[in-house]
C-alpha cells in the first residue's frame, strides 16, 4: 500500500490498494482500487502514461457513480454513454485516466434519496429543486479524494471531460490544473431534454452547441486530440488551423483570394466579393489566429477594409497599413472607427499627416524607411516584432504579397481561388521568377475546399 498522504487535501485516508488489468469493449485498462474514507473503494481505469510530465494533458473523466445510468441503462440521465463516451475517447487516444467516484451517486446525497427526487420529479418539479425540497444541496459531491487519486497517478494538468465547469473548479480547489475542458460526445435524448436542459440552465453545464469547443482552444494556443472531437467540423478546424495553433514565436503568413485566372480584382478595382462566404470566414479565422494584419494603403482605399474579426470569435488583430505616402484618406474606417488599434506606417519622407489634424487615439503614426520599391518586408516585420506582435497576417493587396514572398519572408501562403474568369484586372501575384520550370517555387501544400473555392496553402517555412 502507497501512503497517499502528500498533498494538502482532506484525503489522508486514501489508500492505493489494487492494481489489476480489465478488458473491455474499448480495449485493456489498468486498474488501480483505492480505498478512500469510511471503507468507500474507487476505481481508476488507466492507460497509458498519464503523468503530467510526459506530454500534453491526459483525457481524463471523473466519473460520478450512478447506477441507473451506468448500470442499469437509464435514459433520465446521459451518465451511461457519457461513461462509455470517455472510454472510448481514452482508448482512441492510447493515453488517459477515468476516476469512477463512488460516494457521488445522486450528486452525493445517496441512492434512495435520489430515486426520492426522481418521484417528486415526476410530479413536474425539476432536478434541482428536487434535491432542496428534500433538505439536501443541489450538488453535494466532494472532490477530495478523486484530487488525491489524480495526484497519486501524476495526473495534476489535465483535460477534463465534462459539460459540468464546477468539476473543474472543485478540483482546481484540490491543486489539480485543468488545462482544457471538454464534452464528452453524447446528445440529448427526449427522455433526459428535460433534465439535461435544467442543468444547463440552472447549474452552468455547457450546452451542445458550445462545447467541445476546439475553437477557443485554438485560440488559445492548444490543439485538442482529434479522438475528442464530435463533429466532423471540429475535426476540419484543427486539421486546417491546428500547425498555426501550434507554432510558437514568429511567425507570417499571407492569405489572398483570386480569380482562376490570377486576378485578385477587376481592372477598375472591383474584388470585395471575389470568393465566397465560406472563404470570408477562413480569412477571419486567420485574422483571429494573428497579432498584426498588414495590408497595402491601395486596399485600404480601395474596400475600406475594417480589418476585424466578425465571422468568428477571436480578439481583433493590430490593423498595419503600410502607406509610403501617407496618402490614407481621413475618412478610411481604420483611422475612424476604435474598435482595434491602427499602426499606420509611413515613409520617412512623406508629408507629416498629424499636421492636417491629429489622428484619434487608437491611431499610431511611425515612420519607416521606403525605397522606390516600398517598405523592405524585414524593415516592416522588425518594427512589428518590435511591438509585441510576433504573428503577422499580411493580406493584400497583390503586390504587397509578392513582395513579402519574393523576400523570402513568409512561413504560409494561403490562396483561395474562386471558379471566376476575369480576363484582365488587378494581378495577385507577380515576382520575378525563374526562367526554368525546375527552379519554380514549390513548397509542401495541401488543399481543402472552400464553398465553391478551393484554397491551397503553402508551407514555406518550418514554423
Ligand atoms: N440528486 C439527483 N442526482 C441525479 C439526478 N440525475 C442524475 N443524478 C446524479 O448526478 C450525478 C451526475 O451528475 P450530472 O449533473 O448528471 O453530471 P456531472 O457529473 O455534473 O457533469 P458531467 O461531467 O458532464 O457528467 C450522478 O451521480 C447521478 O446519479 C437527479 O435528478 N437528482
Ligand atoms: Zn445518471
Redesign the pocket.
Known amino acids: 500500500m502507497t501512503d497517499l498522504d502528500h498533498t494538502r487535501t482532506a484525503h489522508s485516508t486514501l489508500q492505493r490498494s489494487v492494481e489489476t488489468r480489465l478488458p473491455t469493449r474499448h480495449g485493456t485498462f489498468r486498474m488501480m482500487g483505492y480505498e478512500g474514507a469510511g471503507g468507500l473503494g474507487h476505481v481508476a481505469l488507466v492507460m497509458g502514461d498519464v503523468e503530467s510530465s510526459s506530454g500534453p494533458p491526459p483525457l481524463v473523466r471523473v466519473h460520478?457513480?450512478?447506477l441507473t445510468?451506468d448500470a442499469l441503462g437509464s435514459y433520465?440521465?446521459d451518465?451511461g454513454e457519457?461513461l462509455q463516451a470517455a472510454l472510448a475517447a481514452i482508448a482512441a487516444e492510447g493515453r488517459g485516466a477515468l476516476i469512477y467516484a463512488r460516494g457521488?451517486?445522486?450528486?452525493g446525497?445517496g441512492l434512495l434519496a435520489?430515486l426520492h427526487?426522481?418521484a417528486l420529479?415526476d410530479t413536474g418539479v425539476d432536478?434541482v429543486d428536487?434535491?432542496l425540497r428534500l433538505g439536501y444541496p443541489a450538488d453535494a459531491r466532494d472532490y477530495s479524494e478523486v484530487a488525491g487519486i489524480l495526484h497519486d497517478l501524476g495526473a495534476t494538468r489535465i483535460t477534463l471531460l465534462?459539460?459540468?465547469p464546477e468539476?473543474g473548479e472543485r478540483l482546481n480547489d484540490y491543486g489539480i490544473e485543468v488545462a482544457a475542458r471538454r464534452r464528452p460526445a453524447v446528445e440529448d435524448r427526449p427522455e433526459n431534454a428535460f433534465?439535461l436542459d435544467t442543468?444547463r440552465r440552472r447549474?452552468r453545464?455547457d450546452a451542445i452547441s458550445a462545447l467541445p469547443d476546439a475553437w477557443s482552444m485554438l485560440l488559445a494556443g492548444q490543439v485538442p486530440p482529434m479522438s475528442a472531437l464530435t463533429s466532423d467540423a471540429e475535426r476540419e478546424l484543427v486539421e486546417r488551423y491546428g500547425p498555426l495553433a501550434q507554432a510558437t514565436g514568429a511567425l507570417t503568413i499571407a492569405q489572398m483570394g483570386q480569380s482562376i485566372d490570377g486576378f485578385i480584382a477587376s481592372r477598375t478595382g472591383d474584388g470585395a466579393r471575389l470568393t465566397g462566404e465560406v472563404d470570408h470566414t477562413h480569412l477571419h479565422r486567420l485574422r483571429a489566429q494573428v497579432d498584426a494584419v498588414v495590408v497595402g494603403a491601395s486596399t485600404v482605399i480601395a474596400d475600406d477594409a475594417r480589418l476585424t474579426v466578425r465571422l468568428t470569435a477571436g480578439a481583433h488583430p493590430v490593423r498595419v497599413v503600410l502607406d509610403p505616402r501617407a496618402r490614407l484618406p481621413r475618412t478610411a474606417h481604420v483611422l475612424t472607427e476604435s474598435e482595434a488599434p491602427t499602426l499606420w506606417i509611413i515613409g520617412d519622407e512623406a508629408p507629416d499627416p498629424t499636421e492636417v489634424a491629429n489622428p484619434l487615439p487608437h491611431v499610431s503614426v511611425v515612420r519607416a524607411p521606403v525605397s522606390e520599391r516600398g517598405f523592405a518586408p524585414a524593415d516592416v516585420l522588425a518594427l512589428l516584432h518590435e511591438r509585441g506582435l510576433e504573428r503577422v497576417l499580411v493580406e493584400g493587396g497583390g503586390r504587397l504579397v509578392s513582395a513579402f514572398l519574393a523576400a523570402g519572408a513568409l512561413d504560409r501562403l494561403f490562396i483561395t481561388v474562386a471558379p471566376v474568369l476575369i480576363g484582365d484586372g488587378v494581378p495577385g501575384l507577380r515576382f520575378n521568377g525563374s526562367p526554368r520550370l525546375a527552379e519554380a517555387v514549390r513548397a509542401p501544400n495541401r488543399r481543402w475546399n472552400l464553398g465553391e473555392d478551393v484554397c491551397t496553402e503553402f508551407v514555406l517555412a518550418d514554423s
Not at 457521488?104 to 450528486?107: S, V, Y
Request: hydrophobic residues 20%; proline residues 0%; contains cysteine.
Open positions: 460520478s457513480e450512478c445510468g433520465r440521465c451518465c457519457q457521488h451517486e445522486g450528486r446525497i435520489k427526487a426522481y420529479q432536478t428536487a434535491n465534462t459539460a459540468n468539476k433534465y442543468k447549474m453545464h
